[in-house]
């Protein structure tokens, strides 16, 4: 079995060396060391990315990462690549599968596309169809809040009725596989998707905060 949530995170620390530690990222404010830290902390100390869910702990989730951001880069860089210590669930290729593909994906969007001016890459058949299969297992929670019918369309991939539709219609997100996840994970000013559909739909899909 291909594991894609490997070879995102292997492509992911190459760009990362390659832009360098303080390129811009789409997580705003992050740099790209900042970015590093978030996935170090994220699999190695889940005491700490408790933070990322409980707001009591944000305040030491924030310290411990800009302390660990401001180690050496090529140290954070090798440890992203590592991967997770061998306690670790995500240690296991099937779990990790499920837990990473779609975190390294976008996170690795993120840095490629923190330059507007750098192009979008061409995704691989084979990857492209892992990337729709992961947004699909999970647009139901993202697009939960939308008051509308959602329809996510990646072109020449797939098309999936999320939501079904409501006495407002149904809105439709179309564009290449790796720009619809983009926008449906929150990235929208980056993504280069169409949204048709009645205009009220429309209008009340954007107004949505789509978020896991």
């Known amino acids: 079995m ?63 990462q800009d302390d660990l951001a401001a180690t050496d880069f090529e140290e954070l860089v090798e440890r992203v690549r590592t991967g997770p210590p061998r306690w670790s669930a995500a240690a296991v290729p099937a779990i990790d599968e499920a837990m990473n593909r779609m975190e390294f994906f976008v996170h690795h969007e993120d840095v490629l596309r923190g330059d507007p001016t750098t192009p979008h890459r061409v995704l691989d058949a084979d990857l492209a169809k892992a990337v729709w ?9 993202m697009y939960r809040k939308a008051p509308v019918g959602v329809i996510l369309v990646a072109d020449g991939v797939g098309r999936q009725v999320v939501r079904r539709p409501t006495d407002g219609g149904s809105a439709v997100v179309r564009g290449p596989v ?28 954007t107004a949505t905060d789509i978020a896991l």
Do not use: N
């Open 2 to 64: 291909t594991r894609y949530a490997q070879l995102e995170r292997h492509a992911l620390a190459d760009t990362m060396l390659a832009v360098g530690p303080d390129a811009p990222t789409l997580c705003d404010p992050w740099r790209v060391r900042d970015l590093a830290a978030h996935l170090i902390i994220r699999e190695t100390h889940p005491d700490l990315a408790a933070g990322m869910f409980v707001p009591r702990l944000q305040a030491r989730l924030e310290r411990a």
């Open 133 to 141: 299969s992961g947004l699909v297992r999970s647009a139901g929670l």
């Open 178 to 205: 790796a720009d619809v996840v983009m926008f449906s994970y929150g990235r929208r000013a980056a993504s280069d998707v169409k949204v048709t559909g009645p205009q009220s739909a429309v209008a009340a899909l």
